[in-house]
């Protein structure tokens, strides 16, 4: 535990990005050894099942790699895998492994418009 929290502590930040969109904030953080968060908060609340739940926030921690045009973020939520591509000014994300069959999808991460912000 005390690992984990220097390893995604603010003196080992590399790159964060942020977006903000459709009442919904993404804070992807990634720091050395390889180590990321993902934290997003949803205002409205977000539905994420049929029995009329709403998800406020959630995350995700995984280990990530650099790629010739981006990043890749691995290792979390079962088989999926996030990639961060440079898109003009800013970022965009693609993801793989996200379920099809997905009826409340409040934790799909696929084309995220990012700001690096560092």
């Not at 010739?68 to 088989?79: I, K, M, Q, T, V």
């Not at 895998?81 to 492994?97: K, V």
Request: glycine share 8%.
């Amino acid at each position: 535990m005390i690992r984990e929290a220097w390893q995604t502590s603010a003196v080992n930040l590399l790159h964060r990005f942020i977006s903000e969109a459709n009442g919904r904030h993404c804070d992807i953080r990634l720091f050395k050894r390889s180590r990321f968060t993902v934290k997003c908060e949803h205002e409205p609340p977000f539905p994420c099942n049929g029995h009329g739940a709403l998800v406020q926030s959630y995350g995700f921690v995984g280990d990530w790699h650099e790629q010739e045009d981006g990043f890749r973020l691995e290792s979390y939520a079962g088989d999926r895998a996030l990639e961060i591509h440079r898109s003009g000014d800013n970022y965009i994300t693609r993801e793989m492994g996200y379920p099809s069959d997905t009826k409340y999808p409040y934790d799909k991460l696929d084309s995220l418009e990012l700001t690096k912000i560092k």
